[in-house]
């Protein structure tokens, strides 16, 4: 099993859209091999296609600016424009921001 | 309504009428107001008092603590003080505390939410020194039962499926299986973050405070961000708000998350299960006023959906 070069911690490999990733189990960052980056924007790209606004970035980059970034699950209006949310503030918040 | 909750709600008025002024004083007092009935927190005021009627099953001890933390001069500013402690109550009623009015978040003008002076509220009650005595936070066992509420409000409905779905890709230990990690654990928590746990006091435009402290213990602070995180997530929360939030809470120096660089490592287990709860219980009530999910409970559905298909750390989803 291969190490993370970063926090030694044992990393999984798992499958993304047909493309093989390693995540470390320690602190999450991600090894991509020669080729898997391009794979994954071409992926990516194919998907802005079809669903424009454009989904995020995979967060695959601990490095990037983090105050915009969305976990992996996010929804893919992120790093859109308007999307739900720009709807909803004109409209309130509904009751869910204000309940337990 | 039972007659039992109307009870509750007339003797909390007049509880809090009765000190709101002088009894000699001429009444033109309008009505109490009911601000929430539910059997977990009855809430109801008059004039500038406030009277809130815990669960049935409260832990009297807990809550003392709980108000003590409250009252806590090391917590001035940060936490709504109540008024007095609690009026001894009988076996089988409600405790009762008094509190002082506030203004709420007003919930038609979203511009004006408060994300930065909450976060920055959380960041200096995470700082402070946990007195003793205080419970552990209970974020796994309140999502726990939050999937137990609708998965006996909606027994055999597809409905449920995604929700269970994003529900069993959670770590055991989010799930109050097992024991959480005890790497950021013991800091002071306040445990049930939103909207309505910000008042202005005093009243109406002094600074903004957290209150309800019925939730409050020590754990992992990064819970307490997990409902805004899991918000933003869905797609509820604009990215603006959320980084108006997360960067107050870091300049602040609140401990949940490191001071710069990608905060989601400690966030995403409990963004995770908040999402999960919150959308649990969505659903608990649409079935219980026999209506479809509106928009946003929607997208929080929908999250659950994805997050079963990426689960934490990815580790239960290795290839080959």
Known sequence: MMQCPKCHAPMNTYNRNGVQIEQCSGCR?????????????????????????????????????????????????????GGHYGHHRQKGFGRMLFSS | MTTTQSSVVRDLGALAHRLSHPAAARCGCEPPQILADRPDGTVVRSGAIVAKAHAADTDREALAARLALAADPRLTGILLPPLTLPPPAGPGARPVTLWPLGTPVDPDDPGAAPWAEAAVLLARLHR????????????????????????????????????????????????????????????????????????RHPAPDGPWLLIDVDDAGVGDPAWDLGRPAAWYAAGLLAAEDWSAFLDAYRSAGGPAVPADGDPWPALDVPARAL??????????????????????????????????????????????
């Open chain 1, 29 to 81: 960052g991600i090894f991509l091999d020669y080729g898997e980056l391009e794979s994954l924007t071409r992926l990516e790209s194919q998907w802005s296609q079809q669903a424009p606004p454009a989904p995020p970035a995979p967060q695959a980059y601990p490095a990037a600016p983090p105050a915009a970034h969305a976990p992996a699950w996010g929804a893919p209006q992120h790093g859109g424009h």
């Open chain 2, 128 to 199: 402070t020194e946990p007195p003793p005595r205080l419970p552990p936070t209970r974020g796994p066992a309140k999502a726990a039962r939050a999937v137990a509420r609708m998965s006996a409000a909606l027994p055999g409905d597809p409905a449920v499926l995604p929700v269970l779905a994003g529900w069993r890709a959670l770590p055991p230990w989010a799930r109050g299986e097992t024991p959480a990690p005890a790497r950021r654990d013991g800091f002071l928590c306040h445990g049930d973050l939103h909207l309505g746990q910000l008042v």
């Open chain 2, 275 to 320: 999402t999960v709860q919150t959308a649990a219980l969505a659903l608990a009530k649409c079935a219980a006023e026999q209506r479809d999910p509106d928009e946003l409970e929607q997208l929080m559905i929908e999250s659950c959906a994805r997050i079963a298909t990426l689960p934490p750390q990815l580790a239960t989803d290795p290839a080959s």
